[in-house]
């Protein structure tokens, strides 16, 4: 076994995973264009790729150990080739269909965004156990470091995106049909080569058991784990935290565009390299401040942000604003899952399944929502509305804190690894 090459091929493939986000969110309006859609129905049009994340994470995530690590990475690899291919291929509309569900183009991008989905939840199914498994005693640091190129791979897809646009000029109003067609196609295009690529990182390698498998835990008393009163509390708070997170990410672009007229995927990219030199200093804060310390001070610093880039106006208060948010989000997501790996080990690959893909399901809602808050209330009120949950996650999150802080402090539950056959 190689855990170097293991934890690398971990990274990429979540690079791929946020090269989709970044690029697919650059390209909104351009696929409404072409496939003749409006804000709500692209919204529609791309949310299969979180009930797809959800419906593989929750079933390739729990089972992992039946399916093996290895094969699922390599079925995700093959399906990103796939998916993205379907989408560059797929039959663009003459106008608007009636029903907009029922036209060709519409149902090709649908499907492709499922399998998008379904590719993306393997990823995340695979590289979370791997990671509790492969660095047991820094769980929540190394979720943070492998999180990190969540971010890592924002910026790349999104300065991509903004360099072709630049080059070919697609923000000009002046270029052709074609070549704006072109434009978003190469965009996509660029996702092919590290989804291949963590794919054949990922042969011939022998993946370990996972923690719970190694520690002799049955597969009852992981699913089990699901039932705890407070394991049910942090799946209710994943909700909250990934739509604060991801549903914003993913409407930024086009959103940030209207209020202040720049090209808003900078704004993406921006806060995505905040998140990813923070995370790397995840696992010393968490110890510092607590994991429920550092989560509160998330969504005070989060709301605080979505409230500003609902009311900007200039480029300046976007970045401001922006920056606020984008220190706010650094931490859900793999802290969150670091607090699940902690504080459930015996909930093993389960858990932390159910955590990813409530995160994803919570997206897949929200996208249309904001769609619509977005096309009937404006920009700002698609930011603000949003921004009442993490005003919420703070109350929870601080009560947490003092809850633990009243029991002696957040302590790890360690599981002792045994021998199996």
């Known amino acids: 076994m190689n855990p170097g090459r293991l934890f690398f091929a971990s990274c990429l493939a979540l690079v791929t995973t946020s090269m989709v986000f970044s690029i697919r969110a650059d390209i909104l309006d351009a696929l409404a264009a072409d496939f003749q859609l409006t804000?709500?129905?692209?919204?529609?049009?791309i949310s299969p790729a979180f009930w797809g994340f959800t419906i593989s994470i929750l079933i390739g995530g729990?089972?992992?150990d039946f399916f093996g690590m290895r094969n699922l990475l390599l079925f995700s690899s093959g399906g990103y080739i796939v998916a993205v291919t379907a989408v560059l291929f797929a039959p663009l509309p003459a106008g608007p269909a009636d029903p907009y569900y029922s036209e060709p183009g519409f149902v090709t991008l649908f499907g492709a965004m499922l399998l998008i989905g379904l590719s993306q939840g393997l990823v995340e199914g695979v590289i979370n156990p791997l990671c509790a498994t492969l660095y047991p005693q820094e769980k929540t640091h190394r979720m943070n470091v492998l999180h990190a190129w969540w971010p890592g791979g924002l910026i790349v897809g999104g300065l991509l995106a903004f360099g072709i646009t630049k080059l070919m000029a697609l923000d000009s109003g002046s270029v052709s049909a074609a070549t704006a067609t072109l434009g978003w196609k190469i965009k996509l295009g660029t996702i092919l080569l590290p989804g291949a690529l963590y794919g054949v990182l990922s042969l011939g390698q022998k993946f370990p058991p996972t923690e719970r498998v190694a520690a002799g835990v049955s597969a009852g008393e992981m699913f089990r784990e699901l039932l705890r009163p407070l394991f049910i509390l942090?799946?209710?708070?994943?909700w909250m935290t990934a739509i604060t997170e991801l549903g914003t990410d993913q409407w930024v672009g086009s959103l940030i565009t209207n209020l202040t007229g720049m090209q808003g995927i900078l704004i993406l990219v921006y806060t995505a390299g905040i998140m990813f030199v923070l995370r790397f200093f995840g696992g010393p804060l968490a110890h510092?401040?607590?994991?429920?310390?550092?989560l509160t001070g998330s969504a005070v610093l989060s709301a605080i942000g979505l409230y500003g880039l609902g009311a900007a106006s200039t480029p300046f208060s976007a970045f401001a604003a922006a920056t606020v948010f984008g220190v706010g989000k650094t931490y859900f997501w793999p802290t969150m899952l670091g607090v699940t790996s902690e504080l459930f080990p015996k909930g093993g690959a389960a858990t932390l399944a159910i955590m990813g893909g409530t995160g994803n399901l919570a997206v897949a809602f929200i996208l249309p929502v904001m769609g619509g808050w977005y096309q009937d209330y404006g920009a700002a009120a698609a930011f603000q509305y949003v921004g009442v949950l993490p005003i919420i996650l703070t109350v929870i999150f601080g009560a947490l804190f003092f809850y633990f802080k009243s029991q002696g402090g957040y302590q790890v539950v360690r599981l002792?690894?045994?021998?199996?056959?």
């Open 39 to 45: 804000k709500e129905q692209v919204g529609w049009a």
């Open 62 to 64: 729990s089972l992992v």
């Open 234 to 238: 942090l799946w209710l708070c994943m």
């Open 288 to 294: 510092f401040f607590s994991p429920m310390g550092l």
């Open 416 to 421: 002792e690894s045994k021998e199996t056959s």
